[in-house]
Each structure stands twice: as C-alpha cells, then as structure tokens.
T-cell receptor
Framework: AQSVTQPDIHITVSEGASLELRCNYS??????LFWYVQSPGQGLQLLLK??????LVQGIKGFEAEFKRSQSSFNLRKPSVHWSDAAEYFC????????????FGTGTQLKVEL | KAGVTQTPRYLIKTRGQQVTLSCSPI?????VSWYQQTPGQGLQFLFE???????NKGNFPGRFSGRQFSNSRSEMNVSTLELGDSALYLC????????????FGPGTRLLVL
C-alpha cells in the first residue's frame, strides 16, 4: 500500500529564512504527489503537484518541490518565508487505477518567527 | 468560478443521532471525495463518488455512507453518531476520477456530545 511520511511534526523558521519540508513516499511505481497547505479552521489549498516529467515543480506562493526517485522524496522548499506562510503543510500521494483516493502524511506545522 | 462549498460549516450533535453533510463541487467537476480529519488519525479518505456511483471506499464502518446526485452534488451521512466521529469533514472535487487534482472545500466541523 502506498504511504507518505512527513518526519517533522513542527518546524520553526525566522521570517526571510529558507524553508524545506520533508516528505517521503512509499510506492513501487511513480506516484502522483501533492503538497497542500491548511490554515487554521480552513480546508486544504493545493500548492503544487507532480505527475510526471520535470522533477522540479513550481507551485503557488513561491513554493517549489523536487521529486527524487532515488530517495523516494518530494520535499517542499521556499527560498524566503513570509509570516503568512505559518500553517500546516500536508504531503499526499495517489496513483492511477485507484480513483482519486489520496493518502496523506501526518502534516508539518510551520511556525514563522518575526 | 466558485470553489467547493460545504454546508453546514459547523454542527453539534449528540451520540446516537445521525447527520447529513452536503458538498457542492466546482462547476463541471464530476468527482467528489470525502475525507475525515481528526487530531489523532489525521486525514483519512472516506469515499469517492463519480457519476452517481461510489468509485472507491476507505476503511470506515458502514455507519458512514454517501451519495451523489445527477448534478454532482454529494451528501454524506453518518448514522448512530459516536463521540469519535467528532472531526472536520472535508469534501474535494475534481474533473474526472483517475488521479485528477482535487480541490477542497472549507469543511464541516462536527462535534458529537
């Protein structure tokens, strides 16, 4: 069964600093990978997705992620964090043939220090 | 284009009652999926409906059910509520059913007392 691991439960960064949130997946074939962000009391907003092709994916709000098959990773990065980026970030995976079922990681809570 | 809407946004019920939550997908989207989010279990897939048919189902008891109407709107029902059903219920819609990008609604927060 496919699974996603987000090793960091909480991360604190200073505003203006760079950010990397880790995500590792478990799946034999190339998975479909997503990053979503959730602000308190809100639903999930899609940041970016990887289906195939270029392994460096650009998303909204200045985020990017890189798919590394050799490391089974899909880490999310941002060169300079803004205070408004404070939220919970979820990595998710899915795969064709299984409908639209997404399997989510446990999430990483990002705190931004001013 | 309007996003995914869910009603109601907040709900308080007591144990043993049943509840129905509603989801209106983005116009033109034919697939609706439901997820449960709790602090202990995180985000878990409940089921997906496409063209009024259940396409996929997660590992939840039969108390959790859903349906989809011809206009793609979906409802989920939880019967005989338990305290552990307290959660944020998220609905997501997508154009088709085969690993399309899913767009989430704001959720319905259910509190079971």
């Amino acid at each position: 069964a496919q699974s996603v691991t987000q090793p960091d439960i909480h991360i604190t960064v200073s505003e203006g600093a760079s950010l990397e949130l880790r995500c590792n997946y478990s799946y034999g074939a190339t998975p479909y990978l997503f990053w979503y962000v959730q602000s308190p009391g809100q639903g999930l907003q899609l940041l970016l997705k990887y289906f195939s092709g270029d392994t460096l994916v650009q998303g909204i709000k200045g985020f990017e992620a890189e798919f590394k098959r050799s490391q089974s990773s899909f880490n999310l990065r941002k060169p300079s964090v803004h205070w408004s980026d404070a939220a919970e970030y979820f990595c998710a995976t899915g795969r064709g043939g299984g409908g639209n079922k997404l399997t989510f990681g446990t999430g990483t809570q990002l705190k931004v220090e001013l | 284009k309007a996003g995914v809407t869910q009603t109601p946004r907040y709900l308080i019920k007591t144990r043993g009652q049943q509840v129905t939550l509603s989801c209106s997908p983005i116009s033109g989207h034919r697939s609706v999926s439901w997820y449960q989010q709790t602090p202990g279990q995180g985000l878990q897939f409940l089921f997906e409906y496409f063209s009024e048919t259940q396409r996929n189902k997660g590992n939840f008891p039969g108390r959790f059910s859903g349906r989809q109407f011809s206009n793609s709107r979906s409802e989920m029902n939880v019967s005989t509520l338990e305290l552990g059903d307290s959660a944020l219920y998220l609905c997501a819609s997508s154009l088709q059913t085969e690993q399309e990008t899913q767009y989430f609604g704001p959720g319905t927060r259910l509190l079971v007392l």
